[in-house]
């Protein structure tokens, strides 16, 4: 395994259009790991099937809709390529299986619609004889009307979908959330992400909320009897951006893995949410200065106040180990093989705008994948003042540290006398 790589290896590298191999960094594997790549659950999507572009709302309904002749089932694989920005009247729901959706460079699917009945965007639910399973989106841009407390929708569901990945997309401003997970869904893995709130929140409505900048609803209720024992997850390399105030992740229930994630939403209300029977193992995180990292959200006084929860080597966190019932605690290496990457280069590495989290892949039609739109990232030509830098340090590219950089492009990690610090490019 490679040296910081987050990587697991239990299962099948994948060969398709869809994931296809693809000039990234070292530390992106370019396909779903951890619970989204478990022997004889891997998540594939359309890999195999047709292609198709889509520029409307019209078309992405259609593409997503396509039924198999013979059987009628939406069942048929598709690698769908959305292309430019596409404005979606209404939530739109599934009940499909075996699709990848591609954003090619700037793609963007979004609502305008802040009321309880037409916000929200995407959703991908089971039920009525008819499930979701097996979906890909990667590389694209979902964006709600803005947060507003009316028990409106979010901007991506899942509602009892197994095998899911979502990779490199930025999504926000959800009027509920952003992207929430509940009821059977399992076997989820979300790299690469970048969450924003980029639009004020609106107060007044009917839920009483003022600010409902939430993000990850892992379990939808403490009651909810189809939950236990799923919504298994792996966060992994993801990004919560100023804006995002509570849920990032909020879990009941799950086995959730956390790993190598960055926070920068100081003056939030908290980051990790802890709640019923919910087992969280999160590990070499950076929380930026001002960010509230856990939040305890069980309720013992109702039954409800089980739950385990671990907190290893985190940046302004302290390492926690803690528990309440006798679920044991989970331990992501009980069931996959990782190594996670340096805690002190998540800021460079994940939040790195060209080739961190977020919808920054270069995806060609019929080709996938195949790099970041920004190759090789401009170089900022940085002038700090001497008397705020206390210290550097120096990274290549690939994220090892020198003691004296050379000649080329470096990382340069400076610490300042106000005791914040700063990443910059910079080419010598």
């Not at 022997?39 to 259609?62: K, L």
């Not at 802040?114 to 590389?139: H, M, P, Q």
Request: with cysteine; aromatic share 10%; glycine share 10%.
């Amino acid at each position: 395994m490679k040296k910081f790589a987050l990587i697991f290896t239990m299962a099948t590298p994948l060969v398709a259009t869809a994931v296809a191999v693809a000039p990234l960094s070292e530390y992106d594997l370019n396909q779903p790991v951890g619970w989204g790549a478990m022997p004889d659950f891997e998540v594939t999507g359309g890999e195999g099937g047709q292609e198709i572009v889509v520029t409307t709302e019209a078309e992405f309904d259609a593409a997503m809709n396509t039924r198999d002749k013979e059987t009628r089932e939406r069942d048929v694989p598709m690698i769908i390529y959305v292309k430019g920005e596409i404005e979606f009247k209404s939530m739109h729901t599934y009940h499909v299986k075996n699709k990848t959706i591609l954003g090619l460079p700037g793609a963007r699917i979004f609502s305008n619609d802040r009321t309880k009945k037409n916000s929200g965007v995407l959703k991908f639910t089971s039920g009525s004889g008819a499930d979701s399973e097996n979906i890909i989106i990667r590389n694209l841009t979902i964006q709600g009307a803005g947060a507003y407390d009316v028990d409106g929708d979010d901007a991506l569901l899942f509602q009892g979908v197994k095998r899911v990945w979502v990779d490199h997309c930025t999504i926000g401003d959800g009027v509920d959330s952003s992207l929430d997970c509940n009821h059977e869904s399992d076997y989820i893995c979300i790299s690469w992400c970048k969450f924003v709130y980029s639009i004020p929140p609106l107060a007044g409505g009917s839920g009483g909320s003022d600010d409902h900048r939430y993000c990850n609803t892992w379990g939808s209720s403490d009651k909810d009897e189809t939950s236990p024992g799923h919504l298994n997850t792996t966060f992994a390399n993801c990004w919560w951006d100023e804006g995002c105030m509570e849920r990032c992740p909020r879990v009941r229930f799950g086995k959730v893995h956390i790993a190598n994630c960055y926070y920068t939403n100081k003056g939030n209300h908290y980051s990790i949410g802890y709640g019923y029977k919910s087992n969280i193992y999160a590990e070499n995180c950076w929380f930026a200065d001002g960010v509230v990292v856990d939040k305890d959200y069980t309720d013992a006084k109702k039954g409800y106040g089980e739950y385990n929860l671990q907190i290893v080597n985190c940046h302004n966190s302290p390492d926690k180990k803690q528990s309440v019932g006798d679920i044991e605690y989970f331990l992501p290496s009980d069931y996959y093989e990782y190594e996670v990457f340096d805690m002190e280069l998540v800021p460079i590495i994940v939040g790195n705008e060209q080739r961190g989290a977020g919808a920054n892949l270069m995806v060609e039609e019929g080709k996938g994948v195949t790099g970041y739109v920004a190759q090789e990232s401009s170089i900022d030509d940085i002038k700090v003042e001497k008397a705020m830098v206390t210290s550097r340090e120096y990274l290549t590219p690939d994220g090892t540290r020198v003691s004296e950089p050379g000649r080329g492009l470096y990382m340069v990690r400076e610490h300042l006398n106000d005791g914040t610090f700063r990443v910059r490019k910079v080419i010598y």
